[in-house]
Each structure stands twice: as C-alpha cells, then as structure tokens.
C-alpha cells in the first residue's frame, strides 16, 4: 500500500521502530519499507495531507484477472488493463486499487510454545519462552486495511462483486469485514463522513509479540497509545493500536481467524459493542472518532492548490 504523509521522514522512523525494514527510495513509489515476510509492503509519498494513496492487491493467474474484469463491468466502473494487472479506483472511497499477479505470501510456522493451565503442566520445571525472548518484534506481514467510505455499503459493493472478495462478518449500516484470502478480513470499509484511512493491521507470532511490540513502541512515546490490549470478537484477534505522528493508526495482532473452506464459515450479523471487541480496556473516543477527522473533511472539500 502506499500512503502519502506531511512528513515522510518521522513516519518511516515510525514504521521502523515498528519493526518494518527500510528499503529506500524506489522510483515511481516513494520510500519503500518492507515486512519479514510479505516484503515491499508500504510506501511513503509526500502529501499535504495524510491519504491513503493505493493498495495492492494479489490475484493468482490471469483467470483471476478476467473475473475481477468482468465484475466490474457488470458493476459499470471503468479500469485500466495492463498484461498481469488492473488498476481502477473505487468509485466511492476514491481508494485506488491495483490488482497484479502474483506469487501469494507464504509465512514460516511460528513456533507452538508450550503454556500450563490448571492440572496440566505442559511446561514443567521450565519459565516461558516468552519472557526470554530479547530480539526486536518484526511484523511477518500487512493483513488488514481499514477505510472509511462515505458509502460503505457501495464501496462493499466495489470489493465484493467487483473485486471478489467475500463477507465474514457484518455489522449492520456500519462496516463489513472482507477477506480476499484465507485471513478473516484484510479490508472493512467503515461508513464514514469521509473517506480516510483508519489503520492497517500487521501480524505478529503470538500475543506475547503483540505486547511485546507496543510496550516497545510506547517507550519515550506515550503518546502513540491508542487502544490496547485487547482481544476483537470478530476475527478473533489480540490487538494493540498505536499511532504514527501523522495520525494513521496501527495495529499489531495476532491471532485472528482462519477461514481455509468457505463453507464451514458462517458469517454473522455482530451488533453492539461485540463490534468492537470481546475484552480489554473500553476504546477511547479518538479510537471511533479519530481527532483529525474534521481536518482532513475540511482538507477533503478545499478547493486544490
Ligand atoms: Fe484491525
């Protein structure tokens, strides 16, 4: 994904404290910073105001091409076809997509490490893991981006008839949780009085990086806490969202749903707070209502220099 920045220089610091590997400038993209596993996976463009410029997206072969082409023209939005890929722009979230053929992220198994419970001692004599653990947390790979639409329910539209994806979960007149791979969600489109990028979502090993991570992040940084630590209902994942000093927040977790057969999910109507999460501490206002939101809807309707 690329996303454009005020300042492209405190927010690559940012993305590297949070264990993402700066690459460089790479002509045509920006500054590039890559994950453990999912390599080149954010770019940094300069920008007056913070937007999330493009995302990427896999398809496996040209068959998975000619299906997200005809879905769009059955929808009546207009694209670009090149060889092995198509960019087009979601008519409502004005979020530009490119859909390339590729190879599909493989991760190495993390470790299972053993845990005790009450009567069973499945590591006995022995401290966790866990806690000896010394080597800076490094996000195996982007899972998740989150956007508000001001037509969430259009944008929906956009993803899944047009560009396939499937429905997991709803919640109802608010946002829907998409997946185009075997990931509970990698992208929710929000209702929302503009369109802005709310967080993305790096996947850790376990929950112990989770913590791990941020506690690392807050350190001399209190003020990139946003919401954490707790676990979603939907998806299932620990979370911890921290801030970049731009605003865009981002989230480690891990964790998180697995749908491998289409037909053994149910997706499900959530409503209430259960939307937002199963345990941890009660999200904070800015979580919902992010502090620069009027900012970037006034940004959004003056008129371009
Ligand atoms: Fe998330």
């Given amino acids: 994904m690329t996303l454009g920045v005020p300042d492209v220089g ?20 920006g500054l590039v910073l890559a994950t453990a596993e999912g390599g080149e996976q954010l770019a940094l463009r300069p920008s007056e105001r913070r937007r999330l410029l493009e995302i990427g997206i896999g398809a496996d072969d040209l068959d998975d091409l000619g299906r997200v082409e005809a879905g769009l023209r059955r929808l009546g939005v207009e694209f670009e076809r090149g060889a092995g890929s198509l960019r087009v722009r979601d008519p409502n979230s ?12 493989t991760e190495a ?70 997946r185009c791979s075997a990931d509970h969600h990698n992208l929710l489109v929000q209702q929302a009085p503009v369109n802005f990028l709310h967080h993305t979502a790096w996947e850790v090993d376990d929950v112990d990086e989770v913590g791990r991570g941020a506690t690392a992040m807050l350190e001399g940084h209190p003020e990139r806490h946003v919401w954490g630590l707790g676990r979603h209902h939907i998806g299932s994942n620990f979370f911890w969202y921290l801030k970049d000093p731009v605003g865009n927040f981002s989230e480690y977790y891990s964790d998180l749903d697995i749908i491998l057969d289409d037909q053994l999910w149910k997706p499900s109507v959530v409503e209430g707070a ?14 919902i209502q992010p502090e620069d939101l009027a900012a970037l809807m006034t940004g959004s309707h003056a008129p371009k220099a």
């Fill in 94 to 105: 004005a979020l530009q997509v490119s859909v390339q053929v590729g190879p599909r992220i």
């Fill in 274 to 287: 259960r939307g937002l999460y199963n345990w941890g501490p009660p999200p904070p206002p800015s979580f």
């Fill in 10 to 29: 405190a927010v690559a610091s940012y993305y590297e404290d949070f264990g993402l590997r700066r690459v460089g400038d790479r002509p045509g993209r």
């Fill in 109 to 178: 198994a993390a470790k299972q490490e053993p845990t005790n419970g009450p009567g069973r001692a499945d590591r006995p004599n022995g401290r966790a893991p866990a806690i000896e653990r010394v080597d800076r947390v490094r996000p195996r790979r982007l899972g998740h981006v989150v956007i508000g639409s001001l037509d969430q329910e259009a944008s929906q539209r956009f993803f899944t008839e047009g560009l396939g994806f499937k429905v997991s979960d709803r919640v109802p007149g608010l946002a829907s949780f998409m």
